[in-house]
């Protein structure tokens, strides 16, 4: 009823603004093309013979005055107003020959008339609509109105069971599911329902999905919106957002509320009256507010944690902060189950060797990743994706497309190749390195002229000093073999100097791997979960020493490299040479060359798992960092087009 009143006073509104404008719109045209005249003047005009024909109204008489009365505009209408006891009127027109008609009535002119006021009334009303719901609020008196969108169970159509690699997640979201359902045995022993939780992780890691899921699983309807839609132009009107929303939500209670991003509107508040503290601050008293016993449950999901006001995160508003991280390798399996649901899988499929691949991945990248296989598998005329389709689409996805019409000079393949011979050969020839999948020199849309592949023969979550000094040897050994079979050094090891230099940095400023700096932490972390900055505690002159310290660890590592290449020579020539005639060669190839440089017999074939899958032992891939671990990210060594200046190296996503 209220909202009928309110949609009454503006149309009341609107139709006075709409009389005063065009009431003030004629009234200024008038005054600029119509000009008054007093009758005596009129008389004057007409004994003078100045006036060429008049238009006689009911009111007023048109006058239009002779070309040759120049005292007179012939731009400007003019008129005069009748004067009923002039009885000589009608003998003076006709003596002085002025041309006289009768205004005729026009049967349209009502309509005019209110067409002339409808016209602008509407506009006006379409203008304010518009201008409404630009502003987020629905249309007329809707500025405040929250725009969440709402869904039932049916709806949302998503549950737990399609939602894979998070199961810590998903089990601390089940018991508030469970309470929704069956809140008698929670508040029998006095348990009360958490009134908020907050989904913590790097993007595309199914935070929103979760969200949803839970909805599903409570049959209970879902408001879903994101922090920026509080924030508006005008101010109050988040806060208005924000009230209008939790009515809505305790009038449908039990129900769930999702705010995603909600950094957008829950960032510490640093003093000021701005409207986005306006509209925290309305948050945080109806967080407060509202009673938990009446199913109504609060969702918000970021990826930037740090960022928030602790008033927002306490206990009593976000009980339960729930991470939601990147999958380990059981959950990339379960993910990339969920996502095949639909595609048509041949019998070489194992999920297991593509987990390996893809370490760090999160589940919106394994969805890309399966998308991927299935286009090209199309393209390629199977029926089904093949284990081929989804290596290829690992490969796409990390360092792009083949670049077939890239043609190298002879010169330029060589040294490609001994650059990732020498990355390979100084994995083979290290205890602590991980196997070799695959060596290719074909160039990548993504700028890589060539790149090795090496995957972990099991997930891991910790690395050793010895196993991070044996990454930074392998990542200077493409540097190494051109200067040793060249005697030269190109621009193609740019990013292997990066990765190196990152590498070395976190040994010396995190890991405490430094015997200099011993246990000392000189660096911290920003943004965990999207960039992952680091940031020195610590003053200049010893920064200037972590670059010495880190400069004596890059230059051990690359002497490492230059006298394991030297020592191999020949089964880098060897290998060199088969892959620039092939320009792809697999890690057994390659393995099988090696040892019979080095007269090593080969092993025994590892018979199949019991389950039937094959043996993924031998598999190489990348291991995984995980964050507060000090693990490194393993990557494929991409290396750079020479228009970039230099060979870059693509990891896999983090």
Known sequence: ???????????????????????????????????????????????????????????????????????????????????????????????????????????????????????????????????????????????????????????????????????????????????????GKYTKIGAKLPKGALLVGPPGTGKTLLAKAVAGEAHVPFYSLSGSDFVEMFVGVGASRVRDLFKNATENAPCIIFIDEIDAIGRSRMGGNDE???????????????????????????????????????PGRFDRRVVVDKPDLNGRINILKVHSKEVLLDETVDFKEIALATSGAVGADLANMMNEAAINAVKNGRSAVSQKDLFEAVEVVLVGKEKKDRIMSKEERRIVSYHEVGHALVSA?????????????????????????????????????????????????????????????????????QQATKLARAMVTQYGMSKKFGLMALESQENQYLSG??????????????????????????????????????????????????????????????????????PEEKKEEENGLPDTEHLEGQSEAEEGTGDIQVAAQPEDTAENAGLEETDLPE
């Not at 020493?545 to 690359?558: G, Q, R, S």
């Open 429 to 497: 020839l290290q205890k602590h390195s991980e196997p070799v999948q695959k060596i290719t020199i074909v160039p990548r849309t993504m700028g890589a002229l060539g790149y090795v592949m090496n995957v972990p023969e099991e997930e891991k979550f910790l690395n050793t000093k010895k196993e991070l000094e044996a990454r930074l040897v392998e990542l200077m050994g493409g540097r190494a073999a051109e200067e040793i079979v060249f005697e030269t050094v190109t621009t193609g090891a740019s990013n292997d100097i």
């Open 533 to 602: 900055r680091s940031v020195l505690n610590c003053g200049d002159a010893t920064a200037a020493e972590i670059d010495n310290e880190v400069m004596k660890v890059l230059k051990d590592a690359y002497e490492a490299a230059k006298h394991l290449l030297s020592e191999n020579r020949d089964a880098m020539d060897q290998i060199a040479a088969f892959l620039i005639e092939k320009e792809t060669i697999t890690g057994k190839e390659f393995m099988k060359i090696f040892r019979e440089v080095k007269g090593i017999p080969e």
């Open 276 to 314: 986005r503290e306006q509209t925290l601050n309305q948050l945080l008293s109806e967080m407060d507010g509202f009673d938990s016993t009446k199913g109504l449950l609060v969702l918000g999901a970021t990826n930037r944690p740090e960022i928030l006001d602790p008033a927002l995160l306490r």
């Open 1 to 183: 009823m209220n909202s009928n009143w309110q949609t009454i006073a503006m149309l009341v509104v609107a139709a006075l603004l709409t009389f005063l404008i065009v009431g003030w719109m004629n009234s200024a045209v008038e005054s600029r093309q119509r000009q008054e005249l007093s009758y005596n003047e009129f008389v004057e005009m007409v004994e003078a013979g100045k006036v060429e024909s008049i238009k006689v109204g009911n009111s007023v008489i048109d006058v239009k005055p002779k070309p040759e009365a120049t005292e007179y505009s012939q731009q400007m209408k003019y008129y005069v107003v009748r004067l009923e006891g002039d009885y000589q009127f009608v003998d003076r027109i006709l003596q002085n020959h002025v041309v006289t008609n009768r205004e005729n009535g026009n049967p349209n002119a009502l309509l005019i008339a209110v067409l002339n006021y409808a016209v602008p009334f509407l506009f006006l009303l379409f203008l304010m609509n518009f201008t409404m719901k630009r502003m987020g609020g629905g249309g007329i008196m809707g500025v405040g109105k929250s725009n969440a969108k709402m869904y039932v169970q049916k709806e949302t159509g998503i549950t737990f069971k399609d939602v894979a690699g998070e199961d810590e997640a998903k089990e601390s979201l089940t018991e508030i599911v469970d309470f929704l359902h069956n809140p």
